[in-house]
């Protein structure tokens, strides 16, 4: 109950495309829902998070998508570029200040 | 802006050894976390810290991992004796009290246990 299950777990897309990752959770208590994005040798940075009051949350090319009755959420990223090739990990944590859970991650290659 | 700092960058130690893992959190800010990556797996949580004491740790942290916060900056991971398996990458986050509950990551260190 406590799993992030992420896909796919490997993504290409052409550069100007839409990368889309989806996320799944099992646990009603989780209210909050974070992306990370990380690059190799690197520690996750906070890409965008959303909270289960709001449907969609955007910032500049990357959204979020939030279906609460159906516990999954997805990251969406538009006009993608070669510089977003990365490693995406879906979270959900408790309120408050408790451990993420993470997803197993998304490596993305955006291709010119 | 403020960042997570972690040291050493990459530590490589022979299985029985202890080893210490330094961070040093964003300053005002009262969580601390530890996460471990095995390579090309997820991240996971390992133990928080607040207010001096574990608040949460997960099945992984069993006896031979202990943490502190020896002053007012730095927090540190300490694995008394590593296993082959201990091999991952360690990263430290931290989070604010209140307001909030982004965790910002250091760059990790990566431990290698022979």
Same mark, same amino acid.
């Given at each position: +109950? @406590?799993?992030?299950?992420?896909? #796919?777990?490997? =993504? $290409?897309?052409?550069?100007?495309?839409? !990368?889309?990752?989806?996320?799944?959770?099992?646990?009603?208590?989780?209210d909050y829902f974070p992306?990370? +994005? @990380?690059?190799?040798?690197?520690? #996750?940075?906070l =890409? $965008?998070a959303?909270r289960?009051?709001? !449907?969609?949350?955007?910032?500049?090319?990357?959204?979020?998508?939030?279906?609460?009755?159906?516990?999954?959420?997805?990251?969406?990223?538009?006009?993608?570029?070669?510089?977003?090739?990365?490693?995406?990990?879906?979270a959900?944590s408790i309120s408050g200040n408790t451990?993420l859970?993470?997803?197993?991650?998304?490596?993305?290659?955006?291709?010119? | 802006?403020?960042?997570?700092?972690?040291?050493?960058?990459?530590?490589?130690?022979?299985?029985?050894?202890?080893?210490?893992?330094?961070?040093?959190?964003?300053?005002?800010?009262?969580y601390?976390?530890?996460?471990?990556?095995?390579?090309?797996?997820?991240?996971?949580?390992?133990?928080?810290?607040?207010?001096?004491?574990?608040?949460?740790?997960?099945?992984?942290?069993?006896?031979?991992?202990?943490?502190?916060?020896?002053?007012?900056?730095?927090?540190?991971?300490?694995?008394?004796?590593?296993?082959?398996?201990?091999?991952?990458?360690?990263?430290?986050?931290?989070s604010e009290?209140t307001g909030g509950q982004t965790q910002?990551?250091?760059?990790?260190?990566?431990?290698?246990?022979?």
């Amino acid at each position: +109950q @406590q799993q992030v299950k992420q896909s #796919p777990q490997s =993504l $290409i897309v052409q550069k100007g495309g839409i !990368s889309i990752i989806n996320c799944a959770y099992e646990n009603t208590a989780f209210d909050y829902f974070p992306w990370y +994005q @990380q690059f190799p040798g690197k520690g #996750p940075a906070l =890409l $965008i998070a959303i909270r289960p009051d709001v !449907s969609e949350k955007k910032e500049g090319r990357f959204t979020i998508s939030f279906n609460k009755s159906a516990k999954q959420f997805s990251l969406h990223i538009m006009d993608s570029q070669p510089g977003d090739s990365a490693t995406y990990f879906c979270a959900a944590s408790i309120s408050g200040n408790t451990p993420l859970v993470f997803g197993k991650g998304t490596r993305l290659s955006v291709i010119a | 802006e403020p960042e997570v700092t972690q040291t050493p960058s990459h530590q490589v130690t022979q299985m029985g050894q202890e080893v210490i893992l330094r961070c040093v959190p964003i300053s005002n800010h009262l969580y601390f976390y530890w996460y471990r990556q095995i390579l090309g797996q997820k991240v996971e949580f390992l133990v928080s810290f607040y207010n001096n004491e574990i608040s949460e740790k997960s099945e992984i942290f069993d006896d031979q991992f202990s943490v502190e916060r020896p002053d007012g900056s730095n927090f540190t991971l300490k694995i008394r004796s590593t296993k082959l398996e201990d091999s991952a990458m360690y990263f430290c986050a931290s989070s604010e009290a209140t307001g909030g509950q982004t965790q910002y990551f250091g760059p990790g260190t990566r431990l290698l246990v022979l």
